[in-house]
């Protein structure tokens, strides 16, 4: 069997890579926003997640994704790099020191 190199004639798209902010030490008195994308039930889901996060850390403020614009997926990279960043300035904007950005799978 014969293996070949294949390139694309549309090329590559080259992103700088960045690495995970450090984790919060505790969420106690933190606040933290919900982001969600549309994808897998986050309307049932976060609520679950945001009391869960609530009963632990009394003194969590959570920012639901309801207070968000809501981003459906789509497949391009750069639409979706400028939808995390203006998601991630609106977060920043409204105090959110975290994120949650994913849930379920």
Known sequence: MEYY???SPQGV???KRRGV???LAD???KTVAEVWNGVFKGNQTFPVIRKLLQQRFPTLKI?????FPHYAGGDNPSEQRE???LVAQLAKEKGAQ???S???A
């Not at 920012?63 to 207070?67: A, H, L, M, S």
């Open 5 to 7: 190199d294949v390139v």
């Open 13 to 15: 798209e080259v992103v």
């Open 21 to 23: 902010s450090p984790r």
């Open 27 to 29: 969420l106690d008195g």
């Open 63 to 67: 920012i639901p994704f309801t207070e």
């Open 83 to 85: 939808r995390a960043r």
């Open 98 to 100: 975290a994120v949650i």
């Open 102 to 104: 994913g849930n379920g």
